[in-house]
């Protein structure tokens, strides 16, 4: 049994995953998980179950989330161990779903224009939960035979810059980190692999601006790292006082070559990135003397 493996990136129904909160639990105890983060996009609705479900089946559940902020390709947000109870972090989290309502009906239009029967009816009812997102457009696509896989969906109709993508009203970068912070949480950069950026030097800067914003850690073991960028990232880690997570970015048949824990095959998180999390949040001024926290 993998005792010291955890997986802090994981999606369920509540956001765009398959399983439900208590199910990907579950599913993280018998991959032999020590811990697993529930991180869905912009809401905490499935955290009670999760944790409940985490005491049933005896694994540790860290809640969390993940936020989409403005910046050149995908920069996300992992929030962990806010406080899921807060109501200003619901308010905060109800405008990021505000912001992709406003949208989703246009990329359904969008698909009718292109010649696709497809209503904004069926999407929401794909995604079953609060949060409908691109996933849930590429399922029905699937699911009506236009096309063939979810990546076809995403290559083809719903990826940035192709034909029925809408861009969402985004926070920016150091926002969505003061929104996490507020409600006690640990921002942490996601997949920075995903990131639009021309050199080293400009990501290298990009960090320290956002450790200047109050970032905590940075995502450097995920699912399609190369050992050469999780080598890098971890480097930048320590040159910024960042802490290192890692996690599979799992949302089960959304992303069906996705195993929980072990990404592709090679992920392996440790616990003892867990543990200096802990300690982080037990003594949040300890990391980086440069933050600009709020008061
Ligand atoms: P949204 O937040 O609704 O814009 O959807 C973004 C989500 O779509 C991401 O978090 C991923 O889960 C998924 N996604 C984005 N690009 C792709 C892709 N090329 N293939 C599969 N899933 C993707
Ligand atoms: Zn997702
Ligand atoms: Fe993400
Ligand atoms: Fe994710």
Known sequence: MDTDFIDLHVHTTASDGTMTPEQAVFQAARSGLRAVAITDHDTVEGLPNALEAGKRAGIEVVPGVEIGVDYPGEMHILGYYVDYGSTRLSRDLAELRESRNRRNP????????????????????????????????????????????????????????????????????????????????????????????????????????????????????????SATETAYFCALAKTNGLLVTGGSDFHGSNKPDIKMGRGRGDLRVRYELLSKMKEEKKTPAGGNPDSILRV
Not at 158 to 179: C, F, H, N, T, W
Not at 201 to 207: D, G, I, K, S, T
Request: aromatic fraction near 8%.
């Open 106 to 225: 246009r990329m359904a239009a969008k698909l009718r224009e292109l010649g696709f029967d497809i209503t904004m009816d069926e999407v929401t009812r794909a995604a079953g939960g609060t949060v409908v997102g691109r996933p849930h457009f590429a399922a029905v696509l699937k699911q009506k035979k236009y096309v063939n896989s979810l990546e076809e969906a995403f290559d083809r109709f719903l990826g940035a810059g192709r034909p029925a993508y809408v861009k969402k009203d985004k926070i920016s970068p150091g926002q969505g980190i003061e929104m996490i912070t507020s409600a006690g949480g640990i921002p942490v950069l996601a997949h920075p692999h995903y990131l639009k950026v021309g050199c080293r030097e400009e990501f290298e800067e990009l960090v320290r601006g956002l450790c200047r914003n109050g970032l905590k850690g940075i995502e450097a073991y995920y699912t399609t790292h």
